[in-house]
């Protein structure tokens, strides 16, 4: 069973910058697409930003230009790179790792537990 923790929320003012990391428990090779998620209090959990196991990155349009995702194949980890943060990225902030079959079916959607984000002054 896969495990994923995040680290590196908190509480941040705004225009300030957060990094946070998502450990996975083994290899992260298999992994076709991991992700960042957030939920604000009272909205659906949202996109933020994903990567493929190629490398290739996606964000929300909400995001772009300000967050960056990454992955260390080696150290078995993923960040999110946050600047200039604002207090509507206030959201619980998850790591997700999905594995695909060759039919590309989901046969793997691990999450971690999630950490709190706060941007306030």
């Known amino acids: 069973q896969v495990q994923l923790v995040e680290s590196g929320g908190g509480l941040v003012q705004p225009g300030g910058s957060l990094r946070l990391s998502c450990a996975a428990s083994?290899?992260?090779?298999?992994?076709?697409?991991m992700g960042w998620y957030r939920q604000a209090p009272g909205k659906q959990r949202e996109l933020v930003a994903t990567?493929?196991?190629?490398?290739?990155?996606k964000y929300a349009d909400s995001v772009k230009g300000r967050f960056t995702i990454s992955r260390d194949n080696a150290k078995n980890t993923m960040d999110l790179q946050m600047n200039s943060l604002k207090p509507e990225d206030t959201a619980v902030y998850y790591c997700?790792?999905?594995?695909?079959?060759?039919?590309?079916?989901?046969?793997?959607?691990?999450w971690g537990q999630g950490t709190l984000v706060t941007v306030s002054s």
């Open positions: 997700n790792a999905e594995v695909y079959d060759i039919w590309n079916r989901v046969v793997l959607d691990a």
């Open positions: 990567i493929t196991s190629g490398g290739h990155t």
């Open positions: 083994g290899s992260i090779l298999s992994f076709n697409v």
